[in-house]
């Protein structure tokens, strides 16, 4: 295993103290229990959104936490869901009043602690509300899951639902409108070779030089079959099909088309695999309208990626384009 780590029991915290050197202007860390909220939380009147899973898969999630998407993120242990408790204080540090949504990956770990943080905030007196993502058409049970797997639909979700937040707009409309998104994506991915989580030093699978993966989770889950190395265009295929086939996407709608990096996959080929998902996006009629390419779900260092296709309405295209300020993710601000 080669790593830049110090020790395998300190990765997280040590990288946590370092995030909050880097963004100090964007963010302020908690270390026990360990969260990221935005450094003007709790902001009064708004609704406060939080979401949280395992490291490993930076920048989701703290690195989306600012100014137009989250208001705070809990991070566990590499590929280990955070505990309630970083849950529930996270939540009471974000609540301006007006309540909390959370935005929670369909992980087993993940579902269970956040409703045990929701019933203990609820106690206190904060409103909470949840949504679950479920996005991944690869399969429909996996290692980590009852149903299907959230994944890149959980990205899009933050920042969409994270500006109508900044408009100032109601706990149930904003919940709503995450259920809407979620509703209205569909995600699939691949893996050219596995990663290694640091404490236990050896690869999670093994494959071969000539195999892929494909429909593989971001903590290295099997996917839907092994299959041999294909080129980008037959690999994007492989993905979009299937995402395009199961909402049905159709002819004359428009998309945000997302191609997301697994941590040690090139921009360079991202974008072949993009080029190749808007010839499929053309022939099919779909408009590729919005565009986001880049590693932001990754899985440590694996190689591969996914494909994100979102069914846009106005509202969402508006919201999409609004302004955001996080470590992560940019523009308009």
Request: proline share 4%; glycine share 12%; net charge negative.
């Amino acid at each position: 295993m080669k790593k830049l780590i110090n020790a395998t029991d300190a990765v997280v915290a040590e990288a946590l103290r370092g995030f909050e050197a880097a963004h100090a202007d964007l963010v302020r860390v908690n270390h026990d229990p360990a969260y990221i909220v935005r450094a003007d939380s709790p902001v009064k009147g708004k609704v406060g959104v939080l979401s949280g899973g395992g490291s490993g898969h930076e920048p989701m999630h703290g690195g989306f936490v600012g100014m137009g998407m989250l208001d705070a993120a809990c991070p566990g242990e590499v590929f280990t869901s955070p505990t309630p408790d970083q849950m529930y204080e996270a939540t009471k540090a974000v609540d301006g009043g007006a309540g909390v949504l959370h935005i929670v990956k369909n992980y087993t770990g993940d579902v269970l602690n956040f409703e045990m943080a929701a019933e203990l905030a609820r106690a206190d007196g904060v409103q909470v509300e949840a949504v679950v993502t479920d996005d991944d058409v690869a399969v429909q049970d996996s290692l980590y899951t009852a149903g299907r797997r959230g994944v890149g639909v959980t990205v899009l979700a933050e920042k969409i639902v994270g500006a109508a937040a900044e408009e100032g707009r109601g706990l149930a409309e904003v919940a709503e409108l995450c259920r809407r998104v979620n509703a209205q994506g569909r995600s699939m991915g691949m893996a050219l070779t596995s990663c290694t989580v640091p404490a236990a030093g050896s690869p999670t699978f093994e494959l071969g030089d000539d195999e892929m993966e494909i429909g593989i989770g971001i903590h290295g889950e099997p996917g839907r079959e092994r299959v041999p190395l294909a080129s980008a265009r037959e690999v994007t295929a492989m993905l979009a099909n299937p995402i395009l086939d199961d909402l049905p996407f159709s002819s004359g709608g428009q998309v945000l088309a997302f191609v997301n990096g697994m941590g040690g996959t090139p921009q360079l080929e991202l974008y072949i695999v993009y080029n190749e998902l808007r010839a499929i996006l053309d022939e099919r009629g779909v408009e590729a309208a919005r565009s986001l390419v880049g590693s932001y779900i990754t899985s440590l260092e694996m190689a591969g990626c996914s494909i994100t296709l979102l069914k846009l309405d106005e509202e969402m295209t508006r919201l999409w384009d609004a302004p955001v300020r996080t470590a992560g993710l940019r523009w308009g601000a």
